[in-house]
């Protein structure tokens, strides 16, 4: 991977997680918040030329995915395993507009770093359901 792909991810997982901690009312001297244990996920575009995430902590009652019920079921049904997501199969057009998606962090106290790139956002959603909708 080129160094310049590496330090635009490294620059955008950094800013995710700062995002990520609150700091407490009364200024910079009171304590922070620790980040919540969960999974962080991605979705770029070719290139990156684009990327955003959210932070996905099960169960998602407060969480910032838009989806987040939904996504958490899902992963549960895979039992943590983002390659045997639930599908909900669709036609989709052959265009070749590449999308990569990424979860890191931790499900359930196991480690998850997988990463998978699918030929266009319709193939995303429909192999990965509500997990990379946002």
């Not at 244990?37 to 290139?47: D, E, M, P, Q, W």
């Not at 931790?106 to 909708?133: H, I, M, Q």
Request: hydrophobic share 45%.
């Amino acid at each position: 991977m080129p160094k310049a792909r590496r330090a635009l991810r490294a620059a955008a997982l950094t800013a995710a997680v700062l995002g990520a901690l609150a700091v407490a009312p009364g200024g910079p001297a009171a304590a922070v918040e620790p980040p919540r244990r969960g999974l962080f996920l991605t979705v770029s575009g070719a290139g990156n030329t684009w990327i955003r995430g959210v932070l996905l902590v099960c169960p998602d009652s407060r969480g910032t995915h838009p989806h987040g019920a939904a996504a958490c079921a899902a992963l549960t049904e895979a039992d943590g395993d983002l390659d045997e997501l639930p599908a909900t199969p669709r036609p989709c057009t052959k265009q070749y507009d590449p999308i990569t998606v990424e979860a890191t962090g931790e499900w359930r106290g196991r480690p998850v770093a997988w990463r998978k790139s699918f030929p266009n956002a319709c193939v995303l959603d429909s192999d990965t359901g509500a997990v990379f909708r946002f």
